[in-house]
């Protein structure tokens, strides 16, 4: 990946697992590599003769060996479709599981404070 376009990022997660992604989703071998000749390339401005101390991102791991004849680009895709499916899901567990601990903590109940005691 380009770190110097605009439009790349990355994220840290507490796992310490490094996501790096094209913001305008042009990059389908991310994270390994932005397309050559990739239209919306804009070097960031920000970063330009900045030196970065120890705090920059782990390096970027190696690409997986992909068998001949293997499109990375249709593999990662798959990926994704396969995410996006269960995404939906997970979510509504997510919201569901949220609504009920939310219940529980109502049902609890505490007395209203009346103003002025």
Known sequence: MREECKHFQSRTYASG?????????????????????CPSYERRLADAG???????????EDEPDVPAGEDVAELLENAEEIVN?????????????????????????????????
Do not use: M
């Open 17 to 37: 697992e490094v996501a790096r992604f094209c913001i305008l989703d042009l990059a389908p071998e991310a994270p390994w590599r932005c397309p050559d000749d």
């Open 50 to 60: 900045w030196v970065h101390g120890s705090l920059v991102e782990p390096a970027i």
């Open 85 to 117: 499916e269960v995404a939906p899901d997970a979510l509504a567990e997510a919201r569901a599981r949220d609504a009920r601990e939310a219940a529980r903590q109502s049902r609890r109940g505490r007395w209203p404070r009346r103003r002025g005691r």
